[in-house]
T-cell receptor, first 118, second 112 residues
Framework: GAVVSQHPSRVICKSGTSVKIECRSL??????MFWYRQFPKQSLMLMATSNEGSKATYEQGVEKDKFLINHASLTLSTLTVTSAHPEDSSFYICSASPEGQGRTYEQYFGPGTRLTVT | QKEVEQNSGPLSVPEGAIASLNCTYSDRGSQSFFWYRQYSGKSPELIMFIYSNGDKEDGRFTAQLNKASQYVSLLIRDSQPSDSATYLC????????????FGTGTRLQVTL
């Protein structure tokens, strides 16, 4: 149980285009999902908290108009990188935390999406 | 001051030995504590979590929590080369909804 999928696993796009990344919880519901970014040899950086049915909460320094998050259902959140530039090239990882009574708040991570902007 | 601190390593242990990974946190109201393993180029994988003082064992892994000292550790018994990875400590603070704060990770190398 507790499987999170991400699609695509790898994407290359041209500078100025937009890229959408999907994150799905396959066997549990998640009111809250999280989006992280990780540059090579650096630690995880939380970008935003995605809330089903409401606006995402962005961390300080993350541009909400550039990184659009939509959490349309209890099992799906999407991250759209708009007008991507080479400096946006990174490893984007989503996570989800199962809901329910007695929840312990552990997060399960998707396999990640490696974005390269040329 | 970092909220969750880990020694970046690398921590090198011989195969079969016990690896001890440590983590300290600053928020005394923290509720839940997590250990993740991350292989190079992959996403983090949950190993175990703990929220009560004391030890929690799962196979070769033991998590230890001391809230008075604001300290959580992970012991890996009979270390294997496949355990070589970066180990991330994460903490859920009180009142932060479900957001976790991650340490920067300790790189473990298990040598033959």
């Amino acid at each position: 149980g507790a499987v999170v999928s991400q699609h695509p696993s790898r994407v290359i796009c041209k500078s100025g285009t937009s890229v959408k990344i999907e994150c799905r919880s396959l066997d549990f519901q998640a009111t809250t999902m999280f989006w992280y970014r990780q540059f090579p040899k650096q630690s995880l950086m939380l970008m935003a908290t995605s809330n089903e049915g409401s606006k995402a909460t962005y961390e300080q320094g993350v541009e909400k108009d550039k990184f659009l998050i939509n959490h349309a259902s209890l099992t799906l959140s999407t991250l759209t990188v708009t007008s991507a530039h080479p400096e946006d090239s990174s490893f984007y990882i989503c996570s989800a935390s199962p809901e329910g009574q007695g929840r312990t708040y552990e997060q399960y991570f998707g396999p990640g999406t490696r974005l390269t902007v040329t | 001051q970092k909220e969750v601190e880990q020694n970046s390593g690398p921590l090198s242990v011989p195969e079969g030995a016990i690896a001890s990974l440590n983590c300290t946190y600053s928020d005394r109201g923290s509720q839940s504590f997590f250990w993740y393993r991350q292989y190079s180029g992959k996403s983090p994988e949950l190993i175990m979590f703990i929220y009560s003082n004391g030890d929690k064992e799962d196979g070769r892994f033991t998590a230890q929590l001391n809230k008075a000292s604001q300290y959580v550790s992970l012991l890996i018994r009979d270390s294997q080369p496949s355990d070589s990875a970066t180990y991330l400590c994460a903490v859920k603070a009180y009142g932060t909804a479900s957001k976790l704060t991650f340490g920067t990770g300790t790189r473990l190398q298990v040598t033959l």
